[in-house]
């Protein structure tokens, strides 16, 4: 079966789906994107991804209509037949001038592609994720720090450094040296039985996972905090984990080769994983 992407409100084979050659998402990366994950044919929390694709849009100038991206998602969705799936939803600001001029950008090119996704094994989440500290930036001043941006260079540069070094993630501070997130995830860390997180002005992406967890260790009566965060906090913590929408809750049990507390996920964070799959399942049973 072809694969089938929604761009610009038909569903098309992927072979046949075409960018303009001018579109600013392509020529400067103006645009955003989100990406979310399906459960039995249902994406979870589909209108916080959109709730915060809007709020961005709308500091950049794009207008999107969420009713829009929503049926676009499920429609791309079900045309591949597929369930349990990877999504990725991108949207810029459209076709221009040569010359750079927001202005004379018309329509948002809408682009939707969903793929079979197939969770990583047990395994690794009982050994959680090894990271090196990247020699990345977050730039906590930048008006895009918070935005799931199309300028994903920076996250890209320090995923290759944890390929190079043969570790899973990496781990970025902001220009004031305090923790921010990794290249593709949010950062939680334990001390003494309260889970800390870095605060948004950090530098971070507000992500939805993130989000989702601090509600759950509120109603789990885990203590929780965000603010600023050491990277030796982090290195002498109780036990830590990574979160996305894709992976989910993922221990973080190594940086720069060293243990993160035993160097096992710790009870805190098994808690919170089960607390997340059975948020899960209960929302996209709605």
């Not at 009566?221 to 996305?244: H, M």
Request: with cysteine; glycine share 8%; aromatic share 6%.
């Amino acid at each position: 079966m072809a694969e089938i992407v929604y761009l610009n409100g038909s569903l098309v084979a992927r072979e046949d789906a075409r960018i303009a050659a001018l579109d600013y998402g392509f020529l400067y990366g103006y645009g955003l994107f989100e990406t979310m994950r399906a459960y039995e044919g249902k994406v979870f929390r589909l209108k916080r991804h959109l709730d915060r694709l809007a709020t961005s849009a709308g500091t950049l100038g794009i207008a999107i209509d969420k009713s829009v991206l929503s049926s676009a998602v499920m429609d791309t969705l079900h045309a591949n037949g597929l369930s349990d799936a990877r999504i990725r939803l991108t949207v810029s600001i459209g076709e221009g001038s040569a010359v750079p001029d927001t202005t004379t950008c018309g329509r948002p090119t809408v682009l939707v592609v969903a793929a079979e996704y197939r969770p990583f094994p047990g395994e690794v989440y009982e050994k959680g994720f090894r990271a090196i500290v990247s020699s990345v930036r977050r730039n906590s001043q930048s008006p895009i720090s918070g935005m799931k941006s199309l300028n994903y260079l920076e996250s890209m540069l320090a995923r290759q450094e944890a390929r190079n070094a043969g570790v899973d993630e990496a781990i970025c501070i902001n220009e004031e040296g305090f923790l921010a997130e990794a290249s593709m995830s949010n950062v939680f860390l334990v001390v003494d039985g309260v889970l800390k997180t870095p605060r948004i002005s950090s530098g971070i992406l507000p992500g939805v996972t993130r989000e989702a967890v601090l509600e759950l260790a509120k109603k789990s009566k885990i203590p929780a905090s965000e603010g600023d965060i050491t990277l030796e906090e982090l290195i002498q913590s109780d036990e830590a984990f990574l979160t996305n929408s894709v992976m989910e809750v993922m221990p973080l049990t190594e940086v720069d080769g060293r243990p993160i507390g035993s160097g096992t996920p710790g009870q805190v964070t098994w808690k919170l994983t089960a607390a997340y799959e059975e948020m899960v399942w209960r929302e996209v049973g709605e």
